[in-house]
């Protein structure tokens, strides 16, 4: 079935530092890929998405590229701010599948001043 | 606009009973998703309502169940509550009438069994 695997957190860094969270995906068909960012006590909030291959996905300084040959997705940012620290999740929803989404597991990022 | 609403925030209550949950979407929106969120499981996908018709649904047993209202809203509702079942259950909505349209999260309602 379809799946998303992200690298394991917690992932640590200072401010100003460069971010990469890596995120692969399996899935029949063409996927729309997302992510989303989770605060402490709240929802999930949308981030960027790209519905196909090469796509690029932005949004506050973030982005990621849909990227088919190797299905993948990595979050990045050049320079994280200690406001970015959150749990962040790689989707997909595959088509006919209406709004399913599939997520990974979710990587918590802290990023200290 | 205001976001998506969900009821009650906190809920606390023992095994063997049974649970409504309230989800109100963003006006406009006709699709509204449900989702359980714990700590072993991750984010696992319950059901998903469209023009108060069930369009797709997870693998979760049949104690599980959702509806949808003309105006959109959707509860849920979980039967003979189970110790695992301690989760917490976020609301999506989203416009709805094509498919992988951004969706619009709540910010949950976190169930506790005692």
């Known amino acids: 079935g379809d799946s998303v695997t992200q690298m394991e957190g917690p992932v640590t860094l200072s401010e100003e530092a460069f971010l990469t969270i890596n995120c692969t995906y399996t899935a029949t068909g063409y996927p729309s890929l997302f992510w989303y960012v989770q605060y402490p006590g709240e929802g999930l909030q949308l981030l960027l998405k790209?519905?196909?291959?090469?796509d690029k996905g932005s949004n506050k300084g973030f982005e990621a590229t849909y990227r088919k040959e190797t299905t993948s997705f990595h979050l990045e940012k050049g320079s994280v701010q200690v406001s970015d620290s959150a749990v962040y999740f790689c989707?997909?929803?595959?088509?006919?599948?209406?709004?399913?989404?599939?997520f990974g597991a979710g990587t918590r990022l802290a990023v200290h001043p | 606009k205001a976001g998506v609403t969900q009821t009650p925030r906190y809920l606390i209550k023992t095994r063997g009973q049974q649970v409504t949950l309230s989800c109100s979407p963003i006006?406009?929106?006709?699709?509204v998703s449900w989702y359980q969120q714990t700590p072993g499981q991750g984010l696992q996908f319950l059901f998903e309502y469209f023009s108060e018709t069930q369009r797709n649904k997870g693998n979760f047993p049949g104690r599980f169940s959702g509806r949808q209202f003309s105006n959109s809203r959707s509860e849920m509702n979980v039967s003979t509550l189970e110790l695992g079942d301690s989760a917490l259950y976020l609301c999506?909505?989203?416009?709805?009438?094509?498919?992988?349209?951004?969706?619009?999260f709540g910010d949950g309602t976190r169930l506790s069994i005692l």
């Open positions: 006006s406009g929106h006709r699709s």
């Open positions: 790209a519905t196909k291959a090469d």
């Open positions: 989707a997909l929803s595959a088509y006919g599948g209406y709004n399913k989404l599939i």
């Open positions: 999506a909505s989203s416009l709805g009438e094509i498919e992988n349209q951004p969706q619009h």
